[in-house]
């Protein structure tokens, strides 16, 4: 899934925000959500794992559209996926190590594809398939879940 959006011939300035009430994520900080949305489908018990494929089937189609468009995470689903949004981050800590500066993880996941491959892995990594991006979207994520629940508003992910 990650691959296939990694590569489409895709604007290159390309992303996904996410907004909710007066919390506006950092920009195109949703650009990673299918990596975000597959890692916590590896951690969720069978009710949050129909949230995360509903929710992965509308990033899908926005994606796919490649023209400005718009999805909603409703409240109530916000409610379902704080705790395992919370849970990845957790995990994406564990596994970065003493990181907790996304840019420094983001960085690290382009270091790692220097040389001819610099501008695919960067591509690849931004889409999902970087730990380092995952994290710096997991946090934009899991503020946008706790500002619906608070506010009782749905959270919108733009396309543009």
């Not at 695919?120 to 994520?141: I, M, N």
Request: net charge negative; glycine share 8%.
């Amino acid at each position: 899934m990650l691959e296939q959006h990694s590569r489409v011939g895709r604007p290159s300035l390309g992303g996904i925000h996410i907004d909710c009430g007066k919390f506006a994520g950092q920009h195109k900080s949703g650009s990673a959500i299918l990596g975000v949305l597959e890692g916590m489908q590896t951690m969720a018990d069978t009710a949050t794992r129909a949230v995360l494929a509903r929710l992965s089937e509308s990033v899908e189609v926005m994606l796919q559209a490649q023209t400005p468009t718009v999805t909603q995470i409703p409240m109530n689903d916000a409610l379902v996926l704080l705790p395992e949004v919370r849970r990845y981050r957790a995990e994406l800590e564990q596994r970065l190590g003493p990181i907790r500066d996304p840019h420094t993880a983001i960085h690290n996941d382009v270091v790692e594809g220097e040389g001819v491959e610099m501008q695919t892995v960067r591509k690849y990594s931004k889409y999902g398939a970087g730990l380092g991006w995952q994290y710096f979207r997991v946090l934009d994520l899991e503020r946008a879940f706790e500002t619906s629940i608070a506010d009782q508003k749905s959270i919108v992910l733009s396309w543009d």
